[in-house]
């Protein structure tokens, strides 16, 4: 069951010199599935995921494309529509989410703002709900009685993803949600996400510049480069085989406990400026495996054994790949 689909959206900020920040982007979660979104600053991760739960703002607005979650358009839904199903369908949880918090409410007030505007549930059993999601998000339920400056960063921003929870919402989208907490923080945040998962039916759209972490979370991941999507893969093929020359990149980069300790790579060259439209590929200015076709045609995403591509030098690995298979099959 698809969850959210997304077809051929495309994002701009209208700008003086307008930003094309989506290009024509297509991509699905399924029901229960967690998808990661990874790209460097700058590529579109958060418009994209802005522009998904419809809370793009001007400058920006979807010059094209459709949204569709549990099987209902959000693209022409009216705005008192849109707000009503937002929390219940789709919640999203941004870096900077606990900023978002009330400074003069308590948690439990705030918590039964939300599901007051959304449910017609009586006070007792919104407790009840405010509860257990802080039971599944292992936070003290005392939690409840407390102001936001009365909690630590990291407590607010996961008292912040548990009220996401609130309203069984069936995708979540988290957009760097621990970007801003230290490690150990970091760490309880993603094995709560993990453990919710056992109790909660959701799917989540997880944006990170961290590769390494959404490996580690989620099932398939999807690579942004300069609006576009350029590789979609699932977690266990990814591990074993990148295809596009950005994803491998990007795979070398993550930290690896070597004979030398913690060794970061990193990927070499500048950032694609988005002002432009493209005419040819959108990181042949930095790709090893540049051809000439690659600087005057854009390549288009094609099959992989596990997922997408849109490149033509792996593409044709892939060709190649397939045959050899089929010659020793
Ligand atoms: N309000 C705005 N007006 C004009 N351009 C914008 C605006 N907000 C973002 N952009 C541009 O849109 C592009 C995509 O930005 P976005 O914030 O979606 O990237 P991101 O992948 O989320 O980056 P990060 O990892 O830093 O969060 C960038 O080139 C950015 O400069
Ligand atoms: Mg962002």
Redesign the pocket.
Known sequence: MTVLSVDHLEVN?G?KAP?F??RNVSLEVQHQEFVGLV????????????AIARLERP??YIRGGSIVINGEDWMTMPDEELRRHRWRDVAIVL?SGMNALNPVMTIEAQFRDVMMQHTSLSRAQILQRSMDVLDMAHIARNTLKRYPHELSGGMKQRVVIAMAFLLHPKLVIL??PTTALDMVVQRQIMDNLTELRQHEQFSVLL?S?DLGLVLELCDRVLV?YA?QIVEENTTDSLLEQAWHPYTRALMQALPRIGGNGLQFGGVPGTPP??HHRLQHCAFAPRCGLVTPECQVREPELTDTPSGKVRCFVTSREVVADDKHHSIRG
């Open positions: 900020y700008t930003v920040a989506v790209g460097e600053s700058g590529c579109g991760k958060s418009t994209l995921g802005f400058p920006a870096q957009d760097e944006i510049h942004m609006g400026d988005l």
